[in-house]
Structure formats: structure tokens, C-alpha cells
């Protein structure tokens, strides 16, 4: 913000006021300070070292919440994660709550990323911030909002549950009741301006209610880019990894409603939602259960979903030219837009990703999500 701009706003008779700034140029870092006077007493509050630039709202259940500190390489990202200066991040506390709060309940509040403040940090929200940062070199804020165990319902509000009440089991989550962490735990955060929302979860509602998963995921997306006011507001996913099937057969369920049914996002239904494919990155031998990737691949998932969003035009194009123009046209085109990526790499994710999507419509279900991010099969990592 430029130096010396400033905005006067009147308190409200219950004490509280709040001035939304307009847009500004990414950078920093400034020194916001907020003069007030109340019954003669004047006070004077500094806050420095403010960033300004994208912010990303992290949420969903155990695997988002799953820490830096656990990575593979967790302790070599700790020592390197003070280098990243131009990321901020934020941790709401886990509360619920039958009625919307106003303000969230902080657990840990802005920060610098080092080895003492990042460890407890969201390692996939964590990775997606700094591999953004680094590639858009431009402030990126995180906040992490995430209750490991939760069930698809308690993250709608109360307008997303009505709209699918018959598709709701009538038994109970096993933790909480519907809508009680969106009032806690994401509405006291809608005053914000965000960029956009990473959400990772899924396996509580294969357990418990797979059928209603297709009916509250829209529901939860269209209801939170209403309450941020950003109708087509970034919405990325990450899909469930491959537990036995014999054994939880709600999990391939929860997969094919990730994409509304359809296979692909984006689609129709979920439109400018974006996904990191996890289908291939189980590991039944961890210590933390078989629905956590593999150790070696703790990055590669992360890899999959900071590239998700820049490569979708990518392969939608791939997508489509080698269905109806043909391959030779299809390179044609990619030398024009002089494409980054390694181009023998794309043309095997092309032809990869036709072959599943005529899987979808011969089956009639999903092996592996066949949208942009199957693209990342044939990329190494970072």
C-alpha cells in the first residue's frame, strides 16, 4: 500500500468496525497502523510487516492436516523454509459451533515460515503456498482450516444441507452434526478476499454416507464462493488414494462423486475446480493408514496439485484435438503456443487421458480421474 494513504471508518455501537481495502499491488512488506479515540484516550496499533498478494483458504480433514514435520524430507523442508519469505500462514483453531461465529478462533496467527513455526503446518497446504510463491514470485498467504475425521456436512451451511436433505443419510456423522465447522471454523473467515480454496477430504463419507457426497459437494462449493462473494472462485481437490476396494467400497464411490459423477472437472457441475489425482499414491504400509501416499511420493502429490491449475488449458486442448483433429494437428498447435512443458512428456499425457476417458464411458466409472491432472502420470517431481 502506498505510503501515507488512509481510511477513516465510524465504530458500531457493539464495538466493532472494519474497513476493506482496495485493491493493491502485490508486495511489501508495509506498516499498516489504526489510530482511534474513545472517550478521549487515544490509541495507536501497529501492525508491520504486512505482504499483500494471493491468499489460499486449506481445509478438509486428517490428510490436509497432515504436518510438514511428517514429510518425507519434512526436516530438510523445515530448514529450508525460511527462505520463503514472501509466505505467510495462518492456523484457525479446530472448534464447532450450532450457530455462525463472527470471529475465528486463531491457534496460530500470521506467521514467517521457519523450522519452529512451519512444522505443525499443513504439509500439502504448506507445499501448493511455496511452489506458487515460487512461480508467480508474488506474496502467497495460507490459511490452514482443517479437522481431521469430518464428514463432507459439517463443512456446508445450513441453505447447502436443505438442498440435499433427501440425499442425506438420516444417521448422524460420527463426529459432529451438519454445518457445525463451517459455522466455526470457515464463515468467521468470509470477510476475507481470497484467491481460492485447496480442499482434501473425502474419507470420513466413505464410511459413512458416500451417497450424499454427490449432492453436498457442489453444494459446499457453490455455498463458500457465494459467502467469499467470488462466483468462479478456484476450487482445487484432491482425490482419494486406493485403499482395498473389497474392504471400503465407499471409497471408489466418494472418487467418482468428487467429479459429480461425470469423471472429468472440470465440468458443468464443478466448474473452475481443478484436481490432484491420488488413485496411484496409496501406501498400505504406513504407520498413519493405507490412505497416505507413499513416502515417496509425499512431494509428488504436492507437485501434482501446485501444476494442476497451469497445465488444465494445456491438456483440455490435448483433450480435444486428439479426438477430433487428430495428433499431428494437435502438435501443430502446441508448437504455436510455444508450450513450456517438455512436449513428448504432454503427448503421452494426452494419449493417457483419452484412454481413460473412453474407459469412463464404457464402464461407466472412474479407474483414474481422466481430467487435466492425469497429466502429472508422466511428469517427474519437483
Not at 472517550?39 to 486449506?58: E, P
Not at 524430507?73 to 529450508?80: A, M, Q
Not at 455455498?223 to 486406493?242: D, E, N, Y
Amino acid at each position: 500500500m502506498p505510503k501515507g494513504r488512509g481510511h477513516e471508518v465510524i465504530v458500531s455501537d457493539d464495538g466493532i468496525w472494519q474497513i476493506r481495502l482496495p485493491p493493491t499491488e502485490a508486495g511489501g512488506p508495509y506498516e499498516i497502523r489504526a489510530w482511534s479515540t474513545v472517550s478521549g484516550t487515544n490509541l495507536d496499533i501497529k501492525i508491520n510487516s504486512v505482504l499483500f498478494g494471493d491468499v489460499w483458504l486449506c481445509s478438509g480433514q486428517s490428510n490436509m492436516e497432515f504436518r510438514v514435520e511428517w514429510m518425507m524430507g519434512g526436516l530438510e523442508e523445515l530448514k529450508n523454509a525460511s527462505s520463503f519469505s514472501n509466505v505467510r500462514f495462518m492456523e484457525v483453531m479446530q472448534a464447532s459451533s450450532y450457530a455462525p461465529i463472527l470471529e475465528p478462533i486463531i491457534r496460530s496467527g500470521w506467521a514467517q515460515p521457519n523450522e519452529a513455526t512451519l512444522k505443525e503446518f499443513s504439509g500439502a497446504c504448506w507445499y501448493f503456498g511455496r511452489r506458487l510463491q515460487k512461480t508467480l514470485r508474488i506474496p502467497v498467504g495460507l490459511i490452514g482450516s482443517y479437522y481431521g475425521g469430518s464428514a463432507l456436512k459439517t463443512w456446508v451451511d445450513r441453505e447447502g444441507i436443505s438442498n440435499c436433505l433427501k440425499q442425506i443419510a438420516k444417521h448422524r456423522p460420527r463426529i459432529y452434526d451438519d454445518a457445525v465447522l463451517w459455522n466455526g471454523m470457515v464463515k468467521p473467515l468470509t470477510q476475507l478476499d481470497i484467491k481460492g480454496v485447496l480442499w482434501y477430504q473425502g474419507e470420513a463419507d466413505s464410511y459413512e454416507d458416500h451417497n450424499s457426497f454427490l449432492c453436498l459437494m457442489p453444494a459446499m462449493i457453490d455455498s463458500w464462493r457465494k459467502h467469499f462473494r467470488q462466483p468462479s472462485m478456484p476450487f482445487g481437490i484432491v482425490q482419494l488414494a486406493c485403499p482395498p476396494e473389497q474392504k471400503h467400497p465407499g471409497w471408489s464411490s466418494v472418487r467418482w462423486h468428487q467429479t459429480a459423477d461425470i469423471g472429468v472437472v472440470p465440468n458443468d457441475i464443478l466448474r473452475n475446480v481443478f484436481m490432484a489425482v491420488a488413485l496411484d499414491l496409496c501406501d498400505p504400509k504406513s504407520p498413519y493408514g493405507s490412505f497416505v501416499f507413499q513416502e515417496s511420493s509425499d512431494h509428488f502429490v504436492f507437485f501434482r496439485f501446485s501444476f494442476r491449475r497451469q497445465l488444465c488449458a494445456y491438456l483440455y486442448l490435448c483433450l480435444y484435438v486428439c479426438l477430433s483433429l487428430g495428433l499431428y494437428v494437435f502438435q501443430s498447435i502446441f508448437l504455436v503456443l510455444n508450450a513450456s512443458v517438455n512436449m513428448s512428456v504432454c503427448l503421452s499425457a494426452c494419449l493417457f487421458a483419452c484412454h481413460r476417458l473412453i474407459v469412463v464411458l464404457m464402464v461407466g466409472q472412474s479407474v483414474c480421474n481422466p481430467s487435466c491432472a492425469s497429466c502429472f502420470y508422466s511428469f517427474e517431481g519437483p
